[in-house]
Structures are given as structure tokens and as C-alpha cells.
Nanobody, 116 residues
Framework: QVQFVESGGGLVQPGGSLRLSCAAS?????????MAWYRQAPGKQRELVASISSGDNTNYVDSVKGRFTISRDNPKKTVYLQMNSLKLDDTAVYYCNTATPVRAYWGQGTQVTVSS
């Protein structure tokens, strides 16, 4: 079955950087999948952060534009999220899924904590 495993989270100070990875398994040909990163902060709903299409078109929520970059490596079946200039409000559990999320594909996520 399809599975996405997120990694790369951690504790970082405001202004710092992290690079998240999302490794896919159970998919023979990864390129056709439109992918996305989502996050859920404590007490808030999960939100779409960034997406990347099969053709490498990218979109970002306004709050991360200019700071986050989504990319993909199709042979490695991996999606990345480079996060720079992190803010306290970026603290959340980060998940990856298809751009139209499938319930069965949600993984455990990776915790990102921005704190001084």
C-alpha cells in the first residue's frame, strides 16, 4: 500500500532552517503524483503549506512564501520542504500527502518546534 514517511523535524530557534523529507513507498511510478506538505499546529486545523505538481509547478500558502521551498526527486520518490527564516508560528506537525489528500495516506508526520 502507499505510504509516506516524513522526517527532518526538530527544535530550532527563530530565524533558523530545517529541511523536511517525505519518502514514498508502495508507488511504482512517482512522477505523476501531485504532492503537498501540510501542517497542524496545536489547537488548529491541518492546513496546506505547499504543493508541487507532476510538472514541478509550486504553490505556497501566503504565510510561508519567500521562506519555504518545496521540491521533489522522482527517482528517489521523495519530496522535500526547505524551511528558512523559521518563525514561532511555524511550530506544528508537518505531514506530506498527495495534493488532493487521501485519508489512508496520512503518516505520523514530523514535529517542527520553533522556540528561543
Amino acid at each position: 500500500q502507499v505510504q509516506f514517511v516524513e522526517s527532518g523535524g526538530g527544535l530550532v530557534q527563530p530565524g533558523g532552517s530545517l529541511r523536511l523529507s517525505c519518502a514514498a513507498s508502495g508507488i511504482i511510478f512517482f512522477k505523476p503524483y501531485d504532492m503537498a506538505w501540510y501542517r497542524q499546529a496545536p489547537g488548529k486545523q491541518r492546513e496546506l503549506v505547499a504543493s508541487i505538481s507532476s510538472g514541478d509547478n509550486t504553490n505556497y500558502v501566503d504565510s510561508v512564501k519567500g521562506r519555504f521551498t518545496i521540491s521533489r526527486d522522482n527517482p528517489k520518490k521523495t519530496v522535500y520542504l526547505q524551511m528558512n527564516s523559521l518563525k514561532l508560528d511555524d511550530t506544528a506537525v508537518y505531514y506530506c500527502n498527495t495534493a488532493t489528500p487521501v485519508r489512508a495516506y496520512w503518516g505520523q508526520g514530523t514535529q517542527v518546534t520553533v522556540s528561543s
